[in-house]
């Protein structure tokens, strides 16, 4: 399964950003992490393949995970952003990870 993410990019705090990730084949739970600067990668959210949620507490209430399984896509609508979500968004299933893409929120 190949994993491609988009929709990173610079926003002010309390701003929103809606990142995707494609995939290449089915897939059941899905699941975005994320690695700031000199830290380990950490999750973010998980989505089963019927719906059901799950996120950190950092985020909860602020992010929200979606998908369209005929799309084979992985979403991840981003709210009330804080300098402290600045980080690469990997999307994952599995073993198989995406490249990444970069958010960035200033104060």
């Known amino acids: 399964v190949q994993l491609v993410e988009s929709g990173g990019g610079l926003v002010q705090a309390g701003g929103s950003l809606r990142l995707s990730c494609a995939a290449s084949?089915?897939?059941?739970?899905m699941s975005w992490f994320r690695q700031a600067p000199g830290k380990e990668r950490e999750f973010v959210a998980r989505?089963?393949?019927?719906?059901?949620?799950t996120y950190a507490d950092s985020v909860k209430g602020r992010f929200t995970i979606s998908r369209d399984n005929a799309k084979k896509t992985l979403y991840l609508q981003m709210n009330s952003l804080k300098p402290e979500d600045t980080a690469v968004y990997y999307c994952?299933?599995?073993?198989?990870w995406g490249q990444g893409t970069q958010v960035t929120v200033s104060s």
């Open positions: 084949g089915f897939t059941f739970t």
């Open positions: 989505i089963t393949r019927y719906g059901d949620s």
């Open positions: 994952n299933t599995n073993t198989y």
